[in-house]
C-alpha cells in the first residue's frame, strides 16, 4: 500500500478549470488550498453571502448540466480576483471580478455561451471560509474534504470496459497510484499519510452525469456512472479524506497506508 502523487490540482471556481500545484500546504479540517471557494450561482439558487448554506450542484453553472464548460480554458488568480476565460475561436477575455462590471460581464458571457434561461443566470459568489464542493451538503467536514483519485482504479476501469479513460473526468484534488485497483474504496475510517500530513478516509466518492463529459471535446461521449455500476455494482470512484495535521504535500510523495 505504497504509492505516489502524480498531480495536485485545485479548482477555484466550481464547474471550472483545474489549476495545477507542485505543492499544497495543508491545515487541520480544512480542504485543499484555493479550491472551490467561488462559483457562479443560479439567480434562482438562493444563495446568500450573507448567510452561505450548502447547495445541491444543480444551483451552480455546473458540467452536470453544461458540458460546454468544458470547452472553456479559464484562470482565475484570487488574490487579484481577475477570470480569464479562453475559447478555441476568440482572444482571452479577462473580467475583474471586484468590480461589478467584471461579474456582469462574466455573466454575460456565460449566460450567452450556454444558452442560459432567466431563472438560470449566474451571479458570482463567495463567502469565505464556505466551499462549494459537491459533499458540502453532507456536513461541513466534507465540505472540507480533500479529493482523492486513484489511478490504478482508473487504469482497472478501462481495461474493465475496453475504453480509455481520462481521471480529468473525475476532478479529483489529487490523483496517485501505486494502491491495488480500488482498494481504497474498503478503506473508510482508516489513515494513511501523503509526505508530513495525515489523513481520515471519510467517504467513498459516488459519480455523477458530470463524468459523461469528454475534457477535450466537451462532448458526453461516454455512459460512466452506468459504465460503473455495470462493472463493479456500484457508482464509486474515489474518495474524500479528512486532513489530520498542518503540513506540506507535494507531487512525489509517498501515500502510505499507516493503520494497516
Not at 135 to 147: E, G
Not at 235 to 252: C, H, Q, R, W
Request: with cysteine.
Amino acid at each position: 500500500m505504497n504509492g505516489k502523487i502524480v498531480s495536485l490540482s485545485s479548482f477555484p471556481i466550481k464547474g471550472l478549470s483545474p489549476q495545477a500545484h507542485q505543492s499544497a500546504p495543508l491545515k487541520t479540517g480544512d480542504g485543499f488550498p484555493g479550491d472551490r471557494l467561488f462559483g457562479f450561482a443560479k439567480a434562482s439558487s438562493g444563495f446568500d453571502p450573507a448567510d452561505p448554506k450548502p447547495l445541491p450542484k444543480h444551483n451552480f453553472i455546473v458540467l452536470l448540466q453544461h458540458a460546454r464548460l468544458a470547452g472553456l480554458e479559464t484562470g482565475f488568480d484570487p488574490e487579484s480576483r481577475v477570470l480569464t476565460i479562453r475559447t478555441k475561436d476568440a482572444a482571452d477575455m479577462r473580467f475583474d471580478m471586484n468590480t461589478q462590471e467584471g461579474a456582469d460581464g462574466a455573466s454575460e458571457f456565460l449566460t450567452r455561451l450556454l444558452g442560459l434561461k432567466e431563472q438560470e443566470v449566474p451571479f458570482f459568489a463567495s463567502a469565505f471560509p464556505h466551499r462549494f464542493t459537491d459533499a458540502s451538503v453532507a456536513s461541513t467536514t466534507l465540505m472540507n474534504a480533500i479529493s482523492f483519485i486513484n489511478l490504478d482504479s482508473v487504469r482497472a476501469f478501462e481495461s474493465e470496459i475496453g475504453r480509455e479513460v481520462d481521471a480529468r473526468r473525475f476532478r479529483g484534488n489529487i490523483v496517485f497510484d501505486g494502491w491495488p485497483a480500488f482498494s481504497e474504496l474498503d478503506l473508510v475510517g482508516r489513515h494513511f499519510r501523503v509526505g508530513e500530513v495525515s489523513f481520515n478516509i471519510l467517504h467513498r466518492t459516488q459519480r455523477c452525469l458530470a463524468t459523461e463529459v469528454n475534457p477535450d471535446t466537451a462532448e458526453r461521449d461516454m455512459k460512466l456512472p452506468n459504465l460503473l455500476k455495470k462493472a463493479y455494482g456500484h457508482f464509486d470512484m474515489g474518495i474524500y479524506a479528512e486532513v489530520l495535521n498542518d503540513g506540506v504535500i507535494s507531487v512525489g510523495d509517498e501515500v502510505v497506508l499507516i493503520d494497516a
